[in-house]
């Protein structure tokens, strides 16, 4: 069946270096647990708390490690062990959140992916990871993901893998119930802290997605710098409608849970007053997600004249807004911006001991044990306050991605990381995101960032979102092109915005010389914009 079977060794990328580890451990930030032999801790140690609720379903900490265990004793039945990769694709379902639970439980590289992705993307995963298992929907808003798996995997010789079947029934698949329902008991892998046991697919916004691998030892340090770092303990409850399989999902709603006993309250979609009235029926504490999910809740909460029992909503994956953390904190949704990605999460983190002004002008402080370069063009080192690309290196840092070339681009032999981000680091050490690397215009040799008119744009008060973008022109090679959404269609006009932008003193080259109003922009799962897709609508239309 030629499946994989992934090792440490199997990435090839720069090791972090022994004095660096060294130091992590000194600290705190890295330790030998993994995540295989979490359940079994937590239940342990806050057995009757409640873990998940989803639905009309709740299950305790002990509850949870008995499915777990059966979950994973019948993946075992199947051939699942160390080292195996196990694909999910499910809607924030609590089956989906235990099964997740299992495969780490038995060892085994959990991957997850987004529940949007469809055959292209989907046959990308398998392509690469070629999976001892997976687990999927019969069917999710409209889409019959088990069929779609099906053929797929048959398509790259992978037809014997074991199936297991969400909220239906399909032949060749086993039913959920089947899974967890037979008398088997398997205790927690015996596994390395540095062994692979997640791949996480990330979100490009300027090109295709890479498969990153993190260990039990990074993703742990991830998992504690927020625990710590928020405050959290078994009395917090998070709140999740942002995908189990996005990073921002395996965090707040599975690993730090676990870490501290707090409960995971899923949605299966994100619906604002939904939202609402979830956080206030079980007193939800934080949550975390994308900017356009605190605005919605802002205004759902607002709406409904409650006052919600949120002590923290990290917000990241795009430019937040002032406006936007003002109005959340008057309905008392206490925010922060955080900044991170797949390959290291937690580059800045902040809490609402912060002064609003840190919380809503920057994007954090240097989370503990991280570390920032900022240089320019060559290369160089550039001073506090000076603008140039982001490199960085952590505790938290993935292993590196399955592919080897892609290593060799983004990280050079002392670990660091190119993060493509344009930012600046002031001399407290808090970071202020400017754009991408790859997010400047370059007008006739002059260059400047889109997210300058950006920032402009969405302070008109008609403009929910705006982005723009390079588009081709025969005289200068480069001139921006803005993509535009309304709080109501219709609510301004290219003339209107152009006046707005020249009121507020942007040079008249930076004005968009194409507008396009659209009801939404094409988003990643962490709230990015994926502005490949506009940067080739600019050029089909603007040719």
């Given at each position: 069946m030629n499946r994989t079977r992934l090792t440490a060794t199997d990435i090839v990328a720069p090791p972090a270096a022994p004095d660096r580890l060294a130091e992590y451990r000194r600290f705190g930030y890295i330790s030998d647990q993994t995540i295989s032999a979490s359940v079994v801790r937590a239940a342990r140690q806050w057995g009757s708390q409640p873990a998940i609720i989803e639905g009309g379903h709740q299950l305790t900490y002990q509850e949870l490690l008995e499915v777990v265990e059966r979950a994973a004793a019948w993946l075992g039945g199947a051939g699942v062990g160390p080292g195996d990769v196990v694909c999910w694709q499910t809607p924030n379902w609590w089956e989906a959140h235990v099964l997740g639970l299992a495969v780490w439980h038995a060892g085994a590289v959990s991957c997850p992916i987004a529940p949007f992705y469809r055959e292209h993307e989907l046959r990308q995963v398998i392509e690469q990871v070629r999976p001892a298992a997976v687990v999927t929907a019969e069917t999710f808003r409209g889409f019959a993901h088990a069929e779609a798996f099906d053929d797929l995997l048959a398509g790259v010789g992978l037809a014997d893998v074991a199936r297991v079947v969400l909220r239906g029934t399909r032949p060749?698949?086993?039913?959920?119930?089947?899974?967890?329902?037979?008398?088997?008991?398997?205790?927690?892998?015996?596994?390395?802290?540095?062994?692979?046991?997640?791949?996480?697919?990330?979100?490009?916004?300027?090109?295709?997605?890479?498969?990153?691998?993190?260990?039990?030892?990074?993703?742990?340090?991830?998992?504690?710098?927020?625990?710590?770092?928020?405050?959290?303990?078994?009395?917090?409850?998070?709140?999740?409608?942002?995908?189990?399989?996005?990073?921002?999902?395996?965090?707040?709603?599975?690993?730090?849970?676990?870490?501290?006993?707090?409960?995971?309250?899923?949605?299966?979609?994100?619906?604002?007053?939904?939202?609402?009235?979830?956080?206030?029926?079980?007193?939800?504490?934080?949550?975390?997600?994308?900017?356009?999910?605190?605005?919605?809740?802002?205004?759902?909460?607002?709406?409904?004249?409650?006052?919600?029992?949120?002590?923290?909503?990290?917000?990241?994956?795009?430019?937040?807004?002032?406006?936007?953390?003002?109005?959340?904190?008057?309905?008392?949704?206490?925010?922060a911006r955080v900044y991170g990605m797949t390959e290291l999460p937690t580059v800045t983190v902040m809490n609402r001991a912060h002064p609003f002004d840190l919380r809503a002008e920057t994007d954090g402080a240097i989370a503990p044990g991280v570390q920032v370069r900022v240089v320019g063009t060559d290369g160089e080192p550039l001073a506090a306050g000076c603008a140039g690309e982001l490199l960085v290196r952590g505790p938290e840092q993935m292993l590196g991605y399955l592919d080897p070339d892609a290593n060799r681009a983004a990280l050079d032999d002392a670990g660091w990381f190119s993060t493509g981000d344009v930012g600046l680091v002031d001399g407290a050490g808090f970071v202020t995101i400017t754009g991408r690397v790859k997010d400047v215009i370059n007008r006739g040799g002059e260059k400047f960032s889109a997210r300058d008119i950006e920032d402009l744009l969405v302070k008109h008060p008609a403009v929910r979102h705006a982005a723009v973008v390079p588009g081709p022109d025969a005289r200068f090679g480069e001139v921006p092109v803005a993509f535009v959404v309304f709080d109501q269609p219709g609510q301004a006009s290219a003339e209107d915005l152009s006046r707005h932008l020249r009121a507020a003193g942007l040079a008249r080259q930076k004005t968009p010389v194409a507008w396009h109003f659209v009801d939404a922009l094409p988003m990643t799962p962490s709230g990015k914009v994926k502005k490949f897709e506009l940067v080739a609508t600019a050029e089909e239309r603007l040719g």
């Amino acid at each position: 069946m030629n499946r994989t079977r992934l090792t440490a060794t199997d990435i090839v990328a720069p090791p972090a270096a022994p004095d660096r580890l060294a130091e992590y451990r000194r600290f705190g930030y890295i330790s030998d647990q993994t995540i295989s032999a979490s359940v079994v801790r937590a239940a342990r140690q806050w057995g009757s708390q409640p873990a998940i609720i989803e639905g009309g379903h709740q299950l305790t900490y002990q509850e949870l490690l008995e499915v777990v265990e059966r979950a994973a004793a019948w993946l075992g039945g199947a051939g699942v062990g160390p080292g195996d990769v196990v694909c999910w694709q499910t809607p924030n379902w609590w089956e989906a959140h235990v099964l997740g639970l299992a495969v780490w439980h038995a060892g085994a590289v959990s991957c997850p992916i987004a529940p949007f992705y469809r055959e292209h993307e989907l046959r990308q995963v398998i392509e690469q990871v070629r999976p001892a298992a997976v687990v999927t929907a019969e069917t999710f808003r409209g889409f019959a993901h088990a069929e779609a798996f099906d053929d797929l995997l048959a398509g790259v010789g992978l037809a014997d893998v074991a199936r297991v079947v969400l909220r239906g029934t399909r032949p060749g698949w086993s039913p959920f119930d089947v899974v967890v329902s037979h008398g088997r008991r398997q205790e927690s892998a015996s596994v390395g802290a540095d062994d692979p046991c997640l791949i996480l697919f990330t979100s490009g916004t300027t090109s295709g997605a890479k498969a990153a691998v993190h260990s039990s030892r990074s993703l742990l340090a991830e998992t504690r710098q927020l625990a710590g770092a928020w405050g959290l303990s078994w009395e917090d409850a998070a709140y999740m409608a942002a995908p189990l399989q996005h990073i921002t999902g395996v965090l707040n709603a599975m690993t730090i849970p676990l870490q501290v006993g707090a409960s995971a309250v899923l949605a299966d979609r994100w619906e604002a007053d939904v939202a609402v009235a979830d956080i206030m029926r079980h007193r939800v504490t934080y949550s975390a997600g994308a900017t356009v999910f605190l605005q919605e809740l802002t205004d759902a909460a607002r709406a409904a004249r409650v006052h919600m029992p949120l002590r923290m909503f990290a917000c990241g994956g795009a430019a937040v807004p002032r406006a936007v953390m003002e109005r959340s904190e008057e309905q008392g949704i206490p925010a922060a911006r955080v900044y991170g990605m797949t390959e290291l999460p937690t580059v800045t983190v902040m809490n609402r001991a912060h002064p609003f002004d840190l919380r809503a002008e920057t994007d954090g402080a240097i989370a503990p044990g991280v570390q920032v370069r900022v240089v320019g063009t060559d290369g160089e080192p550039l001073a506090a306050g000076c603008a140039g690309e982001l490199l960085v290196r952590g505790p938290e840092q993935m292993l590196g991605y399955l592919d080897p070339d892609a290593n060799r681009a983004a990280l050079d032999d002392a670990g660091w990381f190119s993060t493509g981000d344009v930012g600046l680091v002031d001399g407290a050490g808090f970071v202020t995101i400017t754009g991408r690397v790859k997010d400047v215009i370059n007008r006739g040799g002059e260059k400047f960032s889109a997210r300058d008119i950006e920032d402009l744009l969405v302070k008109h008060p008609a403009v929910r979102h705006a982005a723009v973008v390079p588009g081709p022109d025969a005289r200068f090679g480069e001139v921006p092109v803005a993509f535009v959404v309304f709080d109501q269609p219709g609510q301004a006009s290219a003339e209107d915005l152009s006046r707005h932008l020249r009121a507020a003193g942007l040079a008249r080259q930076k004005t968009p010389v194409a507008w396009h109003f659209v009801d939404a922009l094409p988003m990643t799962p962490s709230g990015k914009v994926k502005k490949f897709e506009l940067v080739a609508t600019a050029e089909e239309r603007l040719g």
